[in-house]
C-alpha cells in the first residue's frame, strides 16, 4: 500500500516539476522541457497531458503556457504540502 502512496507522490512532484517549469519559461515545447528536466520526452508529454486535463496548463502554437490556475497553486502550494506532512505524521505517531 505504501508502495503505491510512494510512487503517486512521485508523479505528483514530477507534475509540479513540469508545471513549474513551463510557468518559468513559457511558452515551451516539449523537447525543450524534457532537455530542461533531464527527462524522457514521454514522460513530459505524459505530465504535459495531465496538467492540461487539470487546467494548470494549456497548448499555444508556440508551446505549453500556465494557466491563471497554476499561478493559484503555487500562490499556496507550500501551505498544501505542509498540511500534507502534518497528515503524515499524525499517521507515524498513529503506528
Same mark, same amino acid.
Given at each position: ?17 513540469? @508545471?513549474? !517549469?513551463? =510557468? ?11 532537455? *530542461?528536466? &533531464? ?24 508551446? @505549453?503556457? !500556465?494557466? =491563471? ?11 498544501? *504540502?505542509? &498540511? ?12
Amino acid at each position: 500500500m505504501l508502495e503505491k502512496m510512494k510512487d503517486e507522490i512521485e508523479l505528483v512532484c514530477r507534475h509540479l516539476e513540469v @508545471a513549474r !517549469a513551463v =510557468a518559468d519559461h513559457q511558452p515551451i515545447g516539449i523537447m525543450k522541457l524534457s532537455e *530542461l528536466l &533531464e527527462q524522457p520526452s514521454h514522460r513530459i508529454r505524459y505530465s504535459l497531458h495531465v496538467l492540461e486535463q487539470l487546467g494548470y496548463i494549456r497548448a499555444s502554437p508556440d508551446g @505549453a503556457v !500556465a494557466t =491563471a490556475r497554476a499561478v493559484e497553486l503555487f500562490g499556496h502550494l507550500n501551505e498544501d *504540502l505542509d &498540511e500534507l506532512v502534518r497528515m503524515l505524521e499524525t499517521m507515524k505517531r498513529d503506528a
